[in-house]
C-alpha cells in the first residue's frame, strides 16, 4: 500500500494522540527516528532520541493528567514537514482543575514517517 504524505502525517498525529489519552508514553518512541530532535518549547533545548522523548512523557503525562481529549487539524503537509493545529483537554491530577491547551505542531517527517524534528507552541485557554 503506498501512504501519502498527509496519509503518514494523519498517522502519525493519531499515534501521538494515542499516546497521550491513553497514557501510553512508549508509543513516542515508535514514532519517531533515532535521531529525533524534540522540541517541548519554542526557545528550549531539544530532547534528542526517541528514549529522551519517551522519558519526558514518562515523567509528565501519566502523573500529572486524567480525563485526557486530544484533537487536531492538519493545516499544510510538504513533502518532509507537516503542520497541524491541535486542541487538548485534560484534568491536572495534584488540583483536579480543568486544563484547555490550544496549539500547533510542526512535524518533520522521514520517508518511512517517523519524526525527525517536532516543534510545538501552544496556550492555555
Known sequence: MKFTRLTQFDNWLQQLGIAWVDKKPEIMAKICAPNVKYFETPFGKPYIGPEAVVKLWQNDVPNSQKDI???YEILSVTMTMGIAHWLAEYTRIKDNQKVILDGIFQV???RQGLCTEFHMWWVVK
Do not use: G, P, R, T
Request: glycine letters at 0%.
Open 69 to 71: 481529549k486530544f484533537n
Open 108 to 110: 518533520a517527517l522521514n
